[in-house]
């Protein structure tokens, strides 16, 4: 199965920024969504952000303001920029490739193996 790769995860405190990168096949046919997803302990996964092929995006009301999320076609590459972070953002990241601009996982068929991301108070 066609696989994403995460990197950029990481231990900061309050306030603090990090920069996800999700390098994804070039031949993943007919999905031209990208998004982030996270989940935390104990919690079911959540859609954080998406961007169309167009760039057209969405967000999560919890994140709107903080995150920005962007993509290089050519490098087949997208991003997560997380600034002001805060305790509740720490979860393991998971990009994924979909066929909708939606926060809903189940448009998404391939999916990366996720990227920690801890913040500390």
């Known amino acids: 199965q066609v696989q994403l790769k995460e990197s950029g995860g990481g231990s900061v405190q309050a306030g603090g920024s990090l920069n996800l990168s999700c390098v994804y096949p070039a031949e993943i046919y007919g999905s031209t969504y990208r998004g982030w997803f996270r989940r935390s302990p104990g919690k079911a996964r959540e859609g954080v952000s998406v961007?169309?092929?167009?760039?057209?995006?969405l967000y999560a009301d919890s994140v709107k303001g903080r995150f920005t999320i962007s993509r290089d076609n050519s490098k087949n590459t997208i991003y997560l920029l997380m600034n002001s972070l805060k305790p509740e953002d720490t979860a393991m990241y998971y990009c994924?490739?979909?066929?909708?601009?939606?926060?809903?996982?189940?448009?998404?068929?391939?999916w990366g193996q996720g990227t920690q991301v801890t913040v500390s108070s």
């Open positions: 994924a490739a979909g066929r909708a601009l939606s926060l809903d996982e189940q448009w998404y068929q391939n």
């Open positions: 961007i169309g092929f167009g760039g057209s995006l």
